[in-house]
């Protein structure tokens, strides 16, 4: 029956006139704001018993961490392409503003942490290291976006070969997955990051990708549909093909959360234009909003008990100060990296 449903929808959105500029910079920054929701809801909904809507939140997480890492290695081949000597002090200008939000949050984190009792001293952070674990309340994402712009760096800017670039890029993201795999790290880390590889080669070939989409796209988004259906599976088709180890569900993860990325992009993006004043705000905040909500969690968990009136005041809760918060990070971010610029300038 998934998969009926799952047509109907595919279907009803075909039937919507084309969004031509679904990757335009105010369509992706809504975007952003909505995945960067969505991924609140995901962190938020082991802790709500009640509703079973709501549970199906539980395991969407990878899929919409998959688009993020998608979206960003687009942004950057664009922005390379379109902008004359873009990686000249790329690791200062563009790192800045991932790095500076990523360590106001930190020193929130580590004083939140020592209030509460724990020990942080040199073993803390040896620990992290070894144990896969991060300062921020689920934020492995942010070390791996981090890592994510050092191989978009080091890939395009000793290559000039675009198409060289990008197979260097990707060689970087298998020998990550492996070395996590080997260091034991949670599936989290690595099942979602080849995404960003995708994110690369769409823009570097999107003419011949949308000339191709439209041409054959009812066929393609049946098909994707299809294949989406099946590789959300797969664990069920690795255990049934006695393939069960690690690096071959890294491999299987990673093909389903990419085939849900193009299904995403090429279903809903193309037809759905998430540029919008509130999604827009939120999508400038979002990367603040993705680190802070952890933190408002962990305290509104102490207060809330889950019922189903509680459930919904915690969530409200949870979003309303989210936001607060990482707009008050991100306006701060902001005058910081001004300042380091005018430095730089001077």
Known sequence: MDIVILLLITLLLYLLPQNKEYLNVKSTSGLRGFLALGIIFHHISPLVKTGEEFSNFSYMGAYIVSIFFFLSAYG?????????????????????????????????????????????????????????STIIYNGWFVDIIILMYIFFYLSFKFFQNKFLSIVFNTIFIICYICLAIKLGYNFWWYNSVLAFAIGLIWAKNQNKIDRFLEK????????????????????????????????????????????????????????????????????RISFELYMIHGLVISMLAKIFVSSRVNDVLFTLFVLIISLILAWIVNKIDKRIIQKVSLIQNQ
């Open 76 to 132: 950057l081949y664009v922005q390379n392409e379109s902008r004359e000597n873009y990686l000249d002090n790329f690791l200062v200008k563009r790192l800045s503003k991932i790095i500076v939000p990523f360590f106001i949050i930190s020193l929130i984190y580590m004083f939140y942490r020592f209030v509460n009792g724990q020990l942080i001293d040199l073993n803390f952070f040896i620990n992290l290291f070894k144990q896969g």
């Open 216 to 283: 054959y796209y009812f066929i393609v988004i049946v098909l994707v549909t299809v294949l989406l259906f099946v590789s959300h599976r797969y664990d069920i088709l690795l255990k049934y093909l006695h393939i069960e180890d690690s690096y071959s569900y890294a491999l299987a993860a990673n093909l389903d959360n990419i085939i849900f990325t193009i299904y995403f992009i090429i279903v809903f993006l193309k037809k759905i234009n998430f540029s919008n004043v509130y999604l827009n705000l939120i999508g």
